[in-house]
């Protein structure tokens, strides 16, 4: 009912910029919390920032004061501005959003991934 899709990902060098977005459609009652996961070659999945439905925002320690995540409810996008970006940033970067259904059901929702190289 609901699809994510990201962009933004590809090659950078240490210290440089990136943004990506994540792109929702589909039919929902409500977007609640979004958020960027990341999962490093051979790592698991880790959080790197979340946003609430009002703009309220949680960043993980790694990240902070370097990237910055933000939301468009209007046109139902997600971004992340990555700033100094250092070669322990690369990942494939995950969108998710938790979602209420028209049935009122709240579940998760994923996008595919887009993959971040941070070169030194």
């Known amino acids: 009912q609901v699809q994510l899709v990201e962009s933004g990902g590809g090659l950078v060098k240490a210290g440089g910029s990136l943004r990506l977005s994540c792109a929702a459609s589909?039919?929902?009652?409500?977007?609640?919390?979004m958020g960027w996961y990341r999962q490093p070659p051979g790592e698991q999945r880790e959080l790197v920032a979340i946003?609430?439905?009002?703009?309220?925002?949680n960043y993980s320690d790694s990240v902070k004061g370097r990237f910055t995540i933000v939301r468009d409810n209007a046109k139902g996008t997600l971004y992340l501005q990555m700033n100094s970006l250092k070669p322990e940033d690369t990942a494939v970067y995950y969108c998710?959003?938790?979602?209420?259904?028209?049935?009122?059901?709240?579940?998760?929702?994923w996008g595919r991934g887009t993959q971040v190289t941070v070169s030194s």
């Open positions: 946003i609430t439905s009002v703009g309220s925002t």
């Open positions: 589909g039919i929902a009652f409500s977007i609640n919390d």
């Open positions: 998710k959003a938790v979602v209420t259904l028209l049935s009122r059901v709240t579940t998760d929702y």
